[in-house]
């Protein structure tokens, strides 16, 4: 079993900046990927920042140039700092940790339980 365990939500006005942390333990074997997702009321969860296990990243159109990934060097946290916050940021966070198990790379995702950016105008 893997758990992921997030922080660093919170309220900040428009400008501003956060960093949220997750913290992956358990049993992970083949650790593939690390991220963050979000979901705003009434949306879709949607893919903010991915790291792999090669170091490369991936980020959403809406966060380029304002949202960094980075993970430590267990490569077991994975951290978003997050500048130049909009209102339309605001959304539950999710962190997510793709796992792989087996001579089949089968993928295993595991889910956070989120944490909540609030964005004031």
């Known amino acids: 079993q893997v758990q992921l365990v997030e922080s660093g939500g919170g309220l900040v006005q428009a400008g501003g900046s956060l960093r949220l942390s997750c913290a992956a333990s358990?049993?992970?074997?083949?650790?593939?990927?690390m991220g963050w997702y979000r979901q705003a009321p009434g949306k879709q969860r949607e893919l903010v920042a991915v790291i792999i296990s090669d170091g490369s990243t991936t980020y959403a159109d809406s966060v380029k140039g304002r949202f960094t990934i980075s993970r430590d060097n267990a490569k077991t946290t994975v951290y978003l700092q997050m500048n130049s916050l909009k209102p339309e940021d605001t959304a539950v966070y999710y962190c997510h940790l793709e796992s792989r198990y087996g001579p089949t790379n089968l993928s295993v995702f595991y889910w956070g339980q989120g944490t909540q950016v609030t964005v004031s105008s």
């Open positions: 358990g049993s992970i074997f083949r650790l593939n990927a």
